[in-house]
């Protein structure tokens, strides 16, 4: 997925020798709706004196709240959930202050700040907390859903459906192919997987190749955000990571449904799987669809609380779409492509989902910084290190067979394989898909999903950034004064 600039920042000029001139063929960005005259650039980036006091006022909250929490016992009520919000959108925030000079992304700041202050470092933040906190996720998830679908205009699919239906063809094949196979050839590593005979291990290997084509919208949205990026490699990434949801749900259900006989002996292949993913499907694509028409009829005609209706879609809508068995990321991305597309509302949902996401986009990444379990990632890192590096490894090389194919300009033959390497919320979603239909694999294979993502999780965003800086597709950002205005903005690349 993606995000794009504030409608007060301009598009800085694609530098280096990678970037191209202008439009680069096929997988040209479109002209960002509703953008300024060149010149509404913010302003100077901050100084050493202003990271010096983020850096001072986050030592002194990290201080203040360590010294209260070994004084007063952990709150597991309300009070205590409220006032760990107030602190993780905090320190979140100022840790990514912190992080700009190593000119790391924001989404690093959020999660490092969580990683210090969870339940496995400081513990200011208990797994009471965590826990509690961890339901805005629906809320955060439906927004970056609307957003995406919001991103995906119309004009860009058919110029670049060619180069988009080649990339997901050789990234889902290549990745999932390999990575079954690495994941075969070095079971004996993996606990669980070690004393399986051949047919089982190689079921589970399967499934660990679902796994692996699984990418994150999230984390693309971040730093899209975050970094006004605009140009071939932005808006590619876009495109690719929305398509690639729907093949993802499509291939959990054919590998679900076949390797059964291979890890439960005795069972036969059914075809009910390939059925409900049909329904599955069909009925998120319909529901989106209708959803979009309401929420473009309510923007034209009322337009007023729209933040009460991400509340209620996030909150209400997911849980009712979960209860019946359809797709809530498919729907909300369905969405937001038919208001964008069907309607004139796009920039007015664009906006107001910038307005609710900001402090949700905060709270997400602590919250997921939080959540990294680090005693298991030390047990699991030397197999979470070789899985993630060869996953690298075969998207780069898939990356590069599906740009030769698509005849795609040189940026993204160098740098478009970058935004690929995250994983985050919807490979955790697979991994307990899979965990609940074969309770036989016990909690071993989740817990070397969440090692694995750990890991994508915090290097995938520092590489997509670090590649949108080469390309030359970052944006200035402007300066903030206030805590308010120092959060993420989800806007659209401009």
């Known amino acids: 997925m993606s995000a794009a600039a504030l409608p007060d920042i301009a598009p800085v000029a694609p530098a280096g020798p990678d970037a191209p001139a202008g439009p680069a063929g096929p997988a040209a960005a479109p002209e960002p709706h509703g953008a300024p005259p060149s010149g509404h650039h913010g302003s100077a980036p901050k100084g050493p004196l202003n990271h010096l006091t ?37 320190a979140g925030t100022l840790a990514s202050e912190l992080v ?10 959020y999660i ?25 996720n629906a809320l955060a998830l439906a927004l970056i859903a609307l957003a995406g679908g ?36 070095a079971r004996s590593l993996v606990p669980f997987a070690a004393d ?28 899209l955000s975050q970094t006004r990026a605009t140009g071939p490699v932005a808006m590619n990434t876009l495109a690719f990571v929305m398509t ?15 390797v059964r006989p291979l890890i439960e002996p005795g069972t036969t292949m059914s075809m009910h799987e390939i ?54 990321l498919l729907v909300f991305v369905v969405a937001g492509f038919v208001v964008a597309n069907l309607s004139k509302q796009g920039e007015k949902l664009v906006h107001a989902v910038e307005d609710a996401a900001s402090v949700v986009f905060v709270l997400f990444f602590a919250t997921a910084g939080a959540h990294l379990d680090l005693p298991l990632l030390k047990l699991m890192w030397p197999v979470a290190l070789l899985f993630g590096a060869s996953r690298a490894f075969v998207t780069w090389v898939a990356s590069r067979i599906g740009n030769r194919l698509a005849d795609d300009p040189p940026v993204l033959r160098k740098w478009a394989w970058c935004g690929l390497v995250s994983q985050a919320g919807l490979t955790l979603g697979i991994s307990l898909t899979i965990e609940r239909a074969f309770p036989s694999l016990g909690a071993g294979f989740r817990a070397l999903v969440i090692g694995c993502v750990a890991l994508n999780e915090v290097f995938g965003p520092i590489l997509f950034k670090y590649a949108l800086d080469r390309a030359g597709e970052t944006a200035v950002e402007a300066s903030r004064g206030s805590l308010a205005k120092s959060l993420p903005d989800l806007g659209r690349p401009g």
């Open 244 to 258: 690639s949801d729907i093949i993802v749900i499509v291939v959990t259900a054919v590998a679900l449904s076949t």
């Open 112 to 136: 490092l700040a969580g990683i210090v202050a969870g339940p496995h470092v400081l513990k200011l933040v208990d797994h009471h907390a965590v826990e509690e906190i961890s339901r805005v």
């Open 275 to 328: 059925e409900l993913l049909g329904r599955e499907i069909l009925g998120s694509i319909s529901i989106g669809t209708t959803l979009g028409l309401a929420l473009a009829a309510y923007m034209r005609l009322i337009g007023r609380q729209l933040i009460l209706v991400f509340v209620a879609l996030g909150f209400g809508a997911t849980e009712v779409l979960r209860y019946l068995r359809f797709d809530a």
């Open 196 to 223: 399986l005979p051949i047919a089982a291990a190689f079921g589970v290997a399967v499934l660990w190749g679902v796994i692996a084509v699984t990418r994150s919208p999230s984390a693309v949205l971040g730093i």
């Open 100 to 109: 700009e000079p190593l000119r790391l992304p924001h989404l690093s700041g």
């Open 150 to 185: 919001a991103e995906l205009r119309l004009e860009m699919v058919k110029k670049s459906l060619r180069s988009l239906l080649l990339h997901n063809l050789v990234q889902t094949v290549l990745v999932f192919v390999a990575m079954t196979g690495v994941f075969f050839a």
């Open 54 to 90: 983020h850096a001072v006022a986050l030592v002194i909250l990290f201080g203040v709240l360590y010294a209260t929490t070994r004084a007063v016992p952990h709150d597991n009520g309300p009070a205590g959930t409220i006032a760990s919000i107030g602190f993780l959108l905090l």
